[in-house]
Nanobody
Framework: QVQLVESGGGLVQPGGSLRLSCAGF????????MIWYRQVHGQERELVAG????????NYADSVKGRFTISRDNAKNTVYLQMNSLKPEDTAVYYC??????????WGQGTQVIVSS
């Protein structure tokens, strides 16, 4: 019943921008902290950005700080990741994660981001 659906990934040149979206279905979206992770095949999953349920607090990995912005629109049940000044090392599958303490933990299917010339 619960679904997180990511969109907005694709191929972009270095220095370009992408905006990822993650729409939640079947959950009380405003109750969940939302986190963007990314993973390169064969490597560990990395936390990219997080935002609290009310959207009042955010955190970022040092590698994306100043370039990425996480935001949410609870009225639309959607969290966003605005990615600017993209670098080849940003290439990864990006996953949306919804968490409500230890009781609920949901993942999206992932969306591929490729930064290449």
């Amino acid at each position: 019943q619960v679904q997180l659906v990511e969109s907005g990934g694709g191929l972009v040149q270095p220095g370009g921008s992408l905006r990822l979206s993650c729409a939640g279905f079947g959950l009380t979206f405003s109750s969940y902290d939302m986190i963007w992770y990314r993973q390169v095949h064969g490597q560990e999953r990395e936390l990219v950005a997080g935002i609290t349920s009310a959207g009042n607090t955010t955190n970022y990995a040092d590698s994306v700080k100043g370039r990425f912005t996480i935001s949410r629109d609870n009225a639309k049940n959607t969290v966003y990741l605005q990615m600017n000044s993209l670098k080849p090392e940003d290439t990864a599958v990006y996953y949306c994660n919804a968490r409500w303490f230890k009781w609920h933990n949901y993942w999206g299917q992932g969306t591929q981001v490729i930064v290449s010339s």
